[in-house]
């Protein structure tokens, strides 16, 4: 049972390493998660043994040369997968912005290349193979920024929609320039024109393609997360009306001090772990801090700990609170036993913990000035950290701990 409920909770680790490359064996073609432009250039550097350098350059000579360096390079690209890793592909060179500059510096000499053939009426209304090659520069520049932008950028988590949307916009204005800088060209029958009209309105169409393939691709996430979501919710609701009910009543029946019902409880939070949190948050809070530190306290002792929240925090786990916190915790674990109950509330006034137990309690003033666990671990944590911390004992037994670290609404401090 404890084998088979704990797989679903197991979180996806690291990835394997990668094979230890022996003497005369090249290490694998891939691409870093972490590149320039693509990782192309650097993934068969380090695979041929190569200076990158000179991998770059080798790409220069054949798109000079042949004109295939581009169509070589997007080969590999389409190719030659990622590195596995968890993290998102990140890229250090701002390439939308780049080809974007290019196009915009290179309409000045579009508009020389129009004024020179300005100049006489036969050029002007004469196929020019000059101004196609310039405008087919230009257009290729700017419908690749823009779709760059929408395509691979937006998926970069640095740069974002913002990015996406300014590109965008640059490059569907230089094109419209010069669609507009092309119409005195059109004659009578528009033939003469119609190649230097053509390429610009394709590279509109190409940028108003890459932003619906974008959509499409955005309404395909969303449609394959709420399928997961219904998934999982289903699931839950069958598992909670077995597996977690049979749990609870192991618990109920066993008490909180027995092995059976640690094993239960431990065996209840991640299942509920997996099927209600969903992926877990890059930044501990403290809440989460608190529960995690609740389930390992739980394997350790006969305790049965419920960490409640309520209100809005943005305090981190790493703060002196959480500190204070997990310490009243363990001693409530380690003194008191059975069920200890953690209240988290945060609001404008600060945040406030409530740790409380059932144990025969103890008076603060009584302790031994050599036992500084809770005098020093929580209460005057709490104090060097502008808090303050309080241990008070019902007449009927029991402890709470009440931690309080001010926010900038409290008028308590």
Known sequence: MSSALATPAAHPGPPPPRPVIGPGTRPPLDRARDSVVSGVSAGLAQHLGVGVGSIRALFVVLTL????????????????????????????????????????????????????????????????????????????????????AELVDRRDIDRGGRHTVTVRTVAAGILIVVLLAMLPRVDSDGLVALPDLALPVAGVLALGGAFLAGRWRDLSGERVRRIREEQRSAMAAHLHDSVLQTLALIQNTAGASSEAARIARAQERELRAWLFDGEAHPDSDLVSDLRDYAA??????????????????????????????????????????????????????????????????????????????????????????????????????????????????????
Do not use: K
């Open 296 to 413: 390992a306290l739980e394997l350790d002792y006969a305790v049965r700990i419920d960490v409640v929240s309520a209100g809005l925090s943005a305090e981190q786990a790493s703060g002196e609170l959480a500190a204070a916190a997990r310490e009243a915790m363990l001693n409530a674990a380690r003194h008191a036993g059975g069920d200890v109950s953690v209240y988290i509330e945060g609001g404008a006034h600060g945040v406030d913990v409530y740790v409380r137990d059932r144990g025969p309690g103890f008076d603060v003033t009584a302790i031994p000035d050599d036992r500084l666990g809770v005098r020093e671990s929580v209460i005057g944590r709490m104090r060097r950290a502008g808090g303050s911390a309080s241990v008070r004992t019902a007449a009927s037994g029991g402890t709470e701990v009440h931690l309080h670290v001010g926010g900038p609404g409290d008028a308590r401090g």
């Open 65 to 148: 040369v042949a004109g295939v360096g581009p169509l070589l390079y997007l080969w590999f690209w389409a190719l030659v997968p990622r590195r596995p890793g968890p993290a998102a592909p990140t890229r250090q060179a701002p390439v939308a912005w780049i080809l974007a500059a290019a196009a915009t510096a290179a309409l000045p000499i579009l508009f020389a290349v129009l004024a020179i053939e300005a100049r006489d009426a036969w050029m002007s209304r004469s196929f020019s193979p000059t101004l196609l090659a310039v405008v087919a520069f230009v257009t290729v520049l700017a419908t690749t920024a823009g779709c760059w």
